[in-house]
T-cell receptor
Framework: KAGVTQTPRYLIKTRGQQVTLSCSPISGHRSVSWYQQTPGQGLQFLFEYFSETQRNKGNFPGRFSGRQFSNSRSEMNVSTLELGDSALYLC?????????????FGEGSRLTVL | DQQVKQNSPSLSVQEGRISILNCDYTNSMFDYFLWYKKYPAEGPTFLISISSIKDKNEDGRFTVFLNKSAKHLSLHIVPSQPGDSAVYFCAASERGTYKYIFGTGTRLKVLA
């Protein structure tokens, strides 16, 4: 069974640009979450989607957005990039519909903003 | 406000001994807890979970203890192996919020 797939794995952008990251969940998983990891900050929750609906959003500015498609694949977008957006962005999928249960993470997309 | 805290940034343990990683939380509404292990350049890997209706859960070398009155959970690894060297994160969730709050991680080093 394939795991969570994130693309691209690495990318470099400059300030002011925008970026789109993609996530394909494990087959059969309908919940997809996004987290940002920066040194010393652990994993910070960005948003969670289930059946194309955003059920919760973390404390990030409106520049961070996401969506989920009917096949459960998800994308997140960051517009007007800032230096502080440099981080590892992790996508996780879950089989549970109630919001609890194990999260299965992808390997992440490492974004560097210059 | 850090609702989930891992106050030890790092821990070193001899191979074969017990590793104890600690996690404290402040939100009494958290009812599900997870532990993850993370190697560099990889995504976090699920280790073990515990529901608030239990106070202990075991899976092989890994045991998680939950003390609800103290709002404290711990992960015990026995015996520790060099391959266990990684960063360990605890995470907590409140039913209905559809999100996990993660701690900042503890870097475990198991010395051969």
């Amino acid at each position: 069974k394939a795991g969570v797939t994130q693309t691209p794995r690495y990318l470099i952008k400059t300030r002011g640009q925008q970026v789109t990251l993609s996530c394909s969940p494990i087959s059969g998983h309908r919940s997809v979450s996004w987290y940002q990891q920066t040194p010393g900050q652990g994993l910070q929750f960005l948003f969670e989607y289930f059946s194309e609906t955003q059920r919760n959003k973390g404390n990030f500015p409106g520049r961070f957005s996401g969506r989920q498609f009917s096949n459960s694949r998800s994308e997140m977008n960051v517009s007007t990039l800032e230096l502080g957006d440099s981080a590892l962005y992790l996508c996780a999928s879950s089989f549970r519909t109630g919001g609890t249960g194990e999260l299965f993470f992808g390997e992440g997309s490492r974004l560097t903003v210059l | 406000d850090q609702q989930v805290k891992q106050n030890s940034p790092s821990l070193s343990v001899q191979e074969g001994r017990i590793s104890i990683l600690n996690c404290d939380y402040t939100n009494s509404m958290f009812d599900y807890f997870l532990w993850y292990k993370k190697y560099p350049a990889e995504g976090p890997t699920f280790l073990i979970s515990i529901s608030s209706i239990k106070d202990k859960n075991e899976d092989g070398r890994f045991t998680v203890f939950l003390n609800k009155s103290a709002k404290h959970l711990s992960l015990h690894i026995v015996p520790s192996q060099p391959g266990d060297s990684a960063v360990y994160f605890c995470a907590a969730s409140e039913r209905g919020t559809y999100k996990y709050i993660f701690g900042t991680g503890t870097r475990l080093k198991v010395l051969a």
